[in-house]
């Protein structure tokens, strides 16, 4: 078969052919990718962001999925709580589309603690997993997402909720107790 007859169903001419071929192999050569590697991986590219979903849409069934599966309504109460929040910034986005960066980034944006980030963090790659064994993602970016740091702090003193007793020092006492009663500084010193 003839290089022409085979262009002869494209609007392309053999002397556009060999510039695209030229054209790709020098852009795919520093990266040691053939040519129809690249086509193939860009078109399944293609096919997976078409079999995405919204993630308004992948958010639903995740929950929905959660409690066919017997999740508790605690749980299931706070995953929908967190993933509205994912939602209201990010619902009308294919779920192919977003990166890890764009998760990294949301995740700083909301102003919380260590643990509540973490806690966000968790519940989007329980999602993520899910989307991925639906065709919807190609990997779970949330891995790709770093854990905050939880530092634990000692505790001053400890409150036991059986008894209502406070046992600590005197002056984180005195200290506990003006922020409790709004009380001045001044009058709370000790030395």
């Not at 040691?32 to 590697?37: A, G, K």
């Not at 036991?160 to 009663?181: M, S």
Request: some cysteine; aromatic content about 8%.
């Amino acid at each position: 078969m003839r290089a022409s007859d085979i262009l002869k169903p494209t609007p392309y001419t053999l002397l556009d052919a060999a510039r695209f071929v030229a054209h790709a192999r020098a852009k795919l050569k520093p990266h040691s990718v053939r040519i129809d590697d690249a086509v193939n991986a860009h078109a399944a590219a293609i096919e997976r962001r078409n079999r995405s979903v919204m993630v308004k849409q992948l958010a639903d069934e995740f929950i929905e999925n959660r409690r066919a599966k017997g999740k508790s309504e605690i749980y299931i109460r706070d995953l929908t709580t967190r993933l509205r929040r994912f939602r209201l910034s990010m619902g009308d986005r294919v779920t192919a589309d977003i990166t890890s960066s764009d998760v990294d980034y949301w995740i700083q944006s909301l102003n919380l603690g260590p643990p509540s980030q973490n806690n966000f963090r968790a519940g989007l790659s329980a999602m993520w997993t899910f989307a991925v064994r639906r065709g919807y993602a190609a990997a779970n970016i949330i891995q790709l997402v770093d854990k905050t740091c939880v530092v634990a702090v000692p505790a001053k003193c400890a409150l036991v909720a059986t008894n209502v007793r406070l046992f600590c020092d005197a002056k984180t006492a005195f200290t506990i107790l003006a922020v409790l009663f709004h009380l001045q500084a001044p009058f709370v010193h000790l030395s």
